[in-house]
């Protein structure tokens, strides 16, 4: 059984920033990569910001310059600084995992927490 705990969601104006984390728990055998995802409204999910193991980043073209992710001392927390907020990066964020110490890799998701970015 594999836990992810959100922290960090809210209302925030526009310019304004927000600080999301996520820690993991539970039976992960091989942490390969922690990230985040997001889901307007009558849109699919999509990428955000990732980081591997190695510290390999990826970021949405959209974020680049404005979010931050990063892990926390333990490795199983991740964080994203959400800086200049605008608001079209209201969404619902998702925690995600990818845990490859099983055949086949499995992946976790987070129950999601609201960032609405509104005056």
């Known amino acids: 059984q594999v836990q992810l705990v959100e922290s960090g969601g809210g209302l925030v104006q526009p310019g304004g920033s927000l600080r999301l984390s996520c820690t993991a728990s539970?039976?992960?055998?091989?942490?390969?990569?922690m990230g985040w995802y997001r889901q307007a409204p009558d849109k699919q999910r999509e990428l955000v910001a990732s980081i591997t193991r190695d510290d390999s980043i990826n970021y949405a073209e959209s974020v680049k310059g404005r979010f931050t992710i990063s892990r926390g001392n333990a490795k199983n927390t991740v964080h994203l600084q959400m800086n200049s907020l605008k608001p079209e990066d209201t969404a619902v964020y998702y925690c995600k995992v990818t845990d490859i110490g099983t055949y086949p890799t499995k992946v976790f998701w987070g129950q999601g927490t609201q960032v609405t970015v509104s005056s």
């Open positions: 539970g039976s992960i055998r091989s942490l390969y990569s």
